[in-house]
């Protein structure tokens, strides 16, 4: 595991830093996938470096493989609770991409993203 240096931004940064983390969780954040769902999600990827980047995701608590008992056996992803609260963090870098960056959301499903965002009771962050 790379060192945190007791810093919890550090460890976060950690936990998503991969090339097709960060996107793995924001499309799992609209609902659970198959493995081959996930590939057309993410063009360019690997299916070694997506089993990997799963694989980390899974160890670190932020997604589940879930597997359904059939013939063959069907596996999908869904989040966690510790990955769900990625999401509205996730949904205000894709708000703040919009309004400075100037790319506009690609995904219809950023509504709901948003709504979730809006509905979840704030932590204070003096702790």
Known sequence: MKTNFGCPVQGTINVLSGKWKVLVVWHLGFM??????????LPGVSEKVLTAQLR????DGVIRRNIKPSIPPQVSYSLTKAGDELIPMMTELC???????G????LPMIRRASRRAKSRPRKSLAA
Do not use: D, T, V
Request: net charge positive; charged share 30%; aromatic share 8%.
């Open 32 to 41: 659970p996938r198959r493995f081959a769902e996930m590939r057309k999600l």
């Open 56 to 59: 980390q995701l899974e160890k």
């Open 95 to 101: 708000h703040w991409g919009s309004r400075n960056l």
């Open 103 to 106: 790319i506009p959301p690609n």
